[in-house]
C-alpha cells in the first residue's frame, strides 16, 4: 500500500493536517495519522489545565505579533485558518466555546477530552487510517527522485546524510521538477518497529521537546536534521523560574493576582541595572521557586538573559509591585488613614490589612519594624520602607526550569527553510512541518494551539492541493 499522505505525530498539529488531507485528497482512505502513544492528543489533554485554551480570541494580527519576530511566518497560515474560523470550526464538530478573561477560549464544558472526542470523530468521518502505538524510527527519501541516482537514503546514516547535502546542492527548481516529474513516485519510507510505511507526501509534526511524557520527545528534529534541515538552539519558552531563596521557598502555594512583575538584570561591577521585562497579572510562589502566567511569560528572556550572559557574572532580580493601581502619595494616604482611625492598633495588623496572611512575616522582617509597634508610633521613614516592600518586593531568581519542563519549545525546524504559504520545506518537496516542531513560540493563552491548528490545517490542505508542489 502506497498512501498519499502519512502524518507523523497525532497532537493537534497532526490531527488536525489528517482531517484536512483526507478531506481534499480523491481517496481519503489513502491518508495515514502515526502516533507513537497508545492514544491521541495526550498533550492535548493536559492543555490549560485539562480545560483546552484552545485559542484566543484577538485579532489575528495581535497573534502575529504575540510571536514576537517570527510571527510573521504565521501571517499565510492565519489568513487561510485564522483562530476566528478556528472557533467556527470546532463549534461545527459540537463543541460549543466561551471566551473568558483575557480573551481566552475555552470549550464551554470546560473538559479538554471534548476538543479531542470531536477531532477524533471527525478523523472517523474522513477514514484517516490512525496507527497508535506505532513509533516512527526513520525517515527515508528515495534519492532517484531527486537525483536521478539509485541510491536509498535513510536519515540514521552519516554517509547517507552527506549524500542528502550533496543533492542539496543541487539548485531547488532543479528538485522540484524531479519530483512532480512522476506523480506515482514514493519518496517517503518510514520505518517503524514492525513495518516499511510508503507515502508520496510527509507530514512531520511531532511537537516540540517539552513535557517528553506526552511523547513529544524531539524525534521530529532528528527526523529534519537528517533530511538536511536547520534545527535552531532548543530551549524552554514558557517556564517556571527556580529560586533558591528559603525565604522565598516558604512562601509556597501563595498566588498574587493583579500585580506588576518585573525583571532586571544587575551586571557585575556595573552600577546601573537593565530592565529586561515586566507583565501584569497573576502569579504563584511554588517549592521550586515562582510559576503562574506572568511569569511563563517572562521566562524566555530571563532564559535568555541567563544564557546570554553567562560568562559575565550577572544577577536577575525579580520585583513585585503588589498594589501597581496606586502610586506611592496614594499608598502613603491609605497607611494615614489607617494610623487615623485605629491609631491604637498594631503594625501586625495594618500588615493584614495590606497584605495576603502568608506575606506578613516576611514583611515584618524585610521592613525591620517591630510586629507589635503600635501605628501611631511608625515612624514616616518606617512607613517609606512599608512602602518601598509593597512595591517592589524583591528576590534573586537563580534560573529558569530545563527545555522539559516549558510549557512550549522554543527553538525548532529553521522557518526560513519552509514556505510560509504551505508549510512545505523549500529543501525537499512532498515534506512538510506543522506545529511546535516549528521554530515557533508564543505566549500563554491559546496562541500556542492556534499555530498548531493553522500550520497544521495548511500542511493538510497543501499537500494535497497542489500548491508547492
Ligand atoms: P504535540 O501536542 O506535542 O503532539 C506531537 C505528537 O507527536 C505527540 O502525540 C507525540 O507522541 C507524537 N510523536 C512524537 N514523536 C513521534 C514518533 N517518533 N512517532 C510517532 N509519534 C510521535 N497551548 C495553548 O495554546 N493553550 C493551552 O491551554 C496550553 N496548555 C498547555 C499546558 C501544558 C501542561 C503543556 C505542556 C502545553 C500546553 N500548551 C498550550 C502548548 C500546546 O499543548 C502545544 O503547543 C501543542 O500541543 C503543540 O501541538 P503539536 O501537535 O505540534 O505537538
Not at 487561510?80 to 464551554?108: A, C, I, Q, W
Not at 512599608?386 to 528576590?395: P, Q
Request: proline share 4%.
Amino acid at each position: 500500500m502506497i498512501y498519499e499522505t502519512a502524518i507523523i505525530g497525532g497532537g493537534p498539529a497532526g490531527m488536525i493536517s489528517a482531517i484536512q488531507a483526507a478531506g481534499m485528497s480523491k481517496n481519503p482512505k489513502s491518508v495515514i495519522l502515526l502516533e507513537k502513544n497508545p492514544d491521541l492528543g495526550k498533550k492535548l489533554l493536559i492543555t490549560g489545565k485539562g480545560r483546552c485554551n484552545l485559542t484566543t480570541n484577538e485579532e489575528p494580527e495581535e497573534i502575529v505579533k504575540a510571536f514576537g519576530r517570527k510571527g510573521k511566518f504565521l501571517y499565510g497560515s492565519l489568513s487561510r485558518f485564522s483562530n476566528h474560523v478556528t472557533k467556527s470550526y470546532f463549534e461545527g464538530l459540537g463543541v460549543p466555546l466561551v471566551v473568558e478573561r483575557g480573551n481566552r477560549v475555552f470549550p464551554k464544558s470546560g473538559k479538554s477530552i471534548d476538543v479531542l472526542n470531536a477531532l477524533k470523530k471527525e478523523l472517523n468521518r474522513k477514514e484517516v487510517e490512525i496507527r497508535t502505538s506505532c513509533e516512527v524510527l526513520t525517515v527515508q527519501i528515495a534519492p532517484e527522485q531527486m537525483s536521478g541516482g539509485k541510491m536509498s537514503l535513510t536519515h540514521d546514516s552519516e554517509q547517507n546524510s552527506q549524500r542528502v547535502e550533496q543533492i542539496f546542492d543541487n539548485s531547488l527548481q532543479k528538485r522540484m521538477q524531479c519530483l512532480s516529474m512522476d506523480s506515482g513516485s514514493i519518496p517517503f519510507i518510514i520505518k517503524t518497529h514492525s513495518e516499511k510505511i510508503f507515502a508520496k507526501k510527509l507530514i512531520i509534526a511531532t511537537g516540540g521537546k517539552s513535557y517528553p511524557t506526552t511523547g513529544s520527545t524531539g524525534d521530529g528534529f532528528a527526523f529534519a536534521r537528517r533530511l538536511g534541515h536547520t534545527v535552531t538552539r532548543l530551549s524552554p519558552a514558557l517556564v517556571h523560574m527556580i529560586v533558591k531563596s528559603k525565604e522565598i521557598r516558604g512562601l509556597a502555594g501563595l498566588s498574587l493576582k493583579n500585580v506588576e512583575l518585573g525583571f532586571y538584570a544587575k551586571f557585575d561591577r556595573e552600577e546601573k541595572s537593565k530592565i529586561l521585562c515586566t507583565r501584569f497579572g497573576e502569579m504563584l510562589f511554588t517549592h521550586k521557586g515562582i510559576s503562574g502566567p506572568i511569569v511563563l511569560d517572562s521566562s524566555k528572556i530571563v532564559g535568555k538573559a541567563l544564557k546570554d550572559n553567562e560568562s559575565r557574572k550577572v544577577l536577575i532580580f525579580a520585583s513585585i509591585d503588589l498594589k501597581p493601581a496606586l502610586t506611592e502619595k496614594q499608598l502613603m494616604n491609605r497607611i494615614n488613614r489607617e494610623v487615623e482611625s485605629t491609631p491604637k492598633s498594631e503594625y501586625k495588623t495594618l500588615l493584614k490589612r495590606l497584605l495576603p496572611r502568608s506575606l506578613i512575616d516576611t514583611a515584618i522582617l524585610r521592613t525591620h519594624i517591630e510586629a507589635r509597634k503600635r501605628l501611631t508610633d511608625i515612624t514616616r521613614e518606617e512607613k517609606s520602607r512599608l512602602i518601598a516592600l509593597l512595591t517592589a518586593f524583591e528576590f534573586l531568581v537563580d534560573d529558569v526550569g530545563g527545555v522539559e519542563e516549558g510549557i512550549v519549545t522554543c527553538g525548532g525546524i529553521s522557518l526560513k527553510e519552509i514556505d510560509p504559504r504551505t508549510m512545505q520545506s523549500k529543501l525537499i518537496p512532498g515534506l512538510y512541518f506543522a506545529g511546535e516542531v516549528l521554530d515557533l513560540d508564543g505566549p500563554t493563552g491559546g496562541y500556542n494551539l492556534q499555530a498548531a491548528w493553522s500550520t497544521g490545517f495548511v500542511a493538510g490542505v497543501s499537500c494535497c492541493d497542489g500548491i508547492g508542489s
